[in-house]
């Protein structure tokens, strides 16, 4: 995993809206907590996704928490 480092992603994002200031804060989050908080990544996972998801520890690391997924389209 890349090393997490909420100053720069915050720093890439000046000048920019407030919607991707928020979701870059989100992913940094759910990053920091899979890596060394991973109960209350797991608790976070669930509630965000209204109970849809309910992941292990083992799930955790199998995630791609990302802010944006290109396609061909």
């Keep these: ?7 720069i992603s ?5 000048g920019k ?3 991707n200031f928020f979701t870059e804060i989100l992913v940094f989050l759910l990053r920091y907590f899979i890596e ?8 976070l996972i669930n ?5 849809q998801l309910v ?3 083992k799930d955790l ?4 928490i ?3 997924v290109g396609t061909k389209e």
């Design 1 to 7: 995993m890349e090393q997490l480092n909420l100053l």
């Design 10 to 14: 915050l720093h890439n994002l000046s």
């Design 17 to 19: 809206q407030d919607e």
């Design 36 to 43: 060394y908080e991973n109960h209350a990544a797991m608790l």
């Design 47 to 51: 509630r965000i996704s209204g109970g």
């Design 55 to 57: 992941l292990t520890s």
């Design 61 to 64: 690391f199998g995630l791609d």
């Design 66 to 68: 990302r802010t944006r």
